[in-house]
């Protein structure tokens, strides 16, 4: 069991905070328009106060935590209130299955019509188009009807046998892409009637990048924001870098720990997040849009990179990618550092990744590496 992130702690394992550091947690719940926000307040159990703040948000169907050094509490705290606003924006329009504007969208796509786009979609179309192309096709959001298919698109778990291999062959064989939506202004088009939009691989971090940018508006410079384990951190913890967790690719806790550099999003892909079982066979989320199957046998992929929509998007093209190319995809894709697990805990990693993490507990893992071509 890893050391100092082990089980049994307040915080999710992943979180930073100041190993063995006495403190008392203050919860309170207060309804936010539907979202139930608990605030967690660390107060200084010893003498000296450390100037952290954490305030929890429970947003997107994940614990979203704020971690704020060296800021006053009510300047931290009206910083988080402005981001639970935008995230409550982004859950209501960038959902795949319920009702809001980007179901709406994908209605007039399926019909060829031209919509207007919603200025908060627009901008996710337009990234993820580009991050389609540098991925070579392996991250494509323009695959939402695959990922309804094997039933994803669904609060609880999937059950029963896999969707039909003809089904799944006559919906690769339509071939949706993000090359067939025509962005003109805000007015978008799709050529293909099949495609169906799911930021599912890449709203996350795109919505911690905005996140950043808004605490930074409210004059906040050293912060992390941690969404399950998807983080981006900027800044220092005072004297020393943050230090984070990377999680374990069969949920156990903390795989590794990385020191962050200033501004860095450490972004984790797994098939042991979500997935479907049947027979004793497990089926990952992520799918891969050339066969239309889930990916196997790769646990997970963890990537730094500076922007968190990046890192998130390529998090999932190297899950699909697998032990074979994810070298390529990274370097197509700009990623400095990558690690793939597979799935016999083998992990793969380019040196420069090697360099800014440390194994947490545990006999090292086997490790093969491999330069970013
Ligand atoms: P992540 O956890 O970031 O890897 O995102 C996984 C989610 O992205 C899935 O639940 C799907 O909604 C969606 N997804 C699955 N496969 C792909 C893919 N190849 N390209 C883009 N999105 C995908
Ligand atoms: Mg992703």
Redesign the pocket.
């Known amino acids: 069991m890893p050391g100092k992130f082990g089980a049994g702690e307040t915080h999710p394992p992943w979180v930073e905070y100041p190993p063995g550091m006495p403190f008392h947690i203050i919860e309170y719940r207060r309804p936010v328009r539907g979202l139930v926000l608990v605030a967690v307040l660390l107060l200084g159990g010893c003498s000296k106060q450390e100037p952290l703040y954490t305030e929890q948000l429970f947003v997107f169907g994940t614990l979203v935590e704020f971690s704020i050094w060296g800021a006053e509490s009510e300047q931290a705290r009206e910083a988080v209130s402005a981001v639970a606003a935008d995230f409550q924006r982004m859950h209501r329009d960038w959902h ?1 299955w319920k009702p809001g504007a980007l179901t709406e969208l994908n209605r007039a796509l399926a019909a060829g019509e031209p919509a207007e786009a919603d200025p908060f979609v627009l901008p996710l179309i337009e990234e993820s188009k580009e991050l389609y192309r540098r991925s070579e096709g ?4 323009a ?2 009807r ?2 309804a298919l094997w039933g ?1 698109h669904s609060d609880d778990r999937p059950t029963g046998p896999p969707p039909s291999q003809k089904t799944i062959a006559d919906l690769v064989a339509r071939h949706p892409t993000m090359n067939d939506i025509d962005v003109q202004a805000n007015r978008v088009r799709s050529r293909n009637p099949a495609v169906q939009l ?5 709203a ?2 795109y919505a911690i990048d905005l996140a950043v940018r808004r605490l930074r508006e409210q004059g906040i410079d050293h912060a992390i924001v941690n969404a399950g384990g ?1 983080l981006r951190a900027i800044g220092r913890r005072g004297e020393r870098p943050w230090r984070v967790g990377i999680r374990h690719p069969q949920g156990r806790g903390v795989l590794a720990s990385v020191e962050t550099d200033g501004d860095d999003s450490v ?1 984790t ?2 098939n042991y ?2 997935y479907r079982e049947h027979e004793g066979v497990r089926h990952s ?5 050339r066969s239309g199957m889930p ?1 196997e046998h790769v646990a997970s992929v963890t990537v730094i990179h500076d922007n968190g929509a990046v890192a ?2 390529a ?3 190297l ?2 990618a697998g032990p074979k190319a994810w070298h390529r995809i990274a370097q197509a894709m700009g990623i400095k550092y990558a690690m793939l697990v597979d799935g016999e805990g083998t992990v793969y990693m380019n040196p420069a990744m090697a360099g800014r993490i440390r194994f947490e507990g545990g006999d090292p893992p086997e490790i093969v590496f491999g330069e970013l071509l």
């Open positions: 795949a392996l991250f494509n959001p695959i939402g695959l990922i994803f799911d930021f599912g691989a890449f996350k971090g998807d972004f892909s797994g997040e979500r989320h992520i799918i891969d849009p990916v998130d998007a998090a999932t093209a899950t699909v």
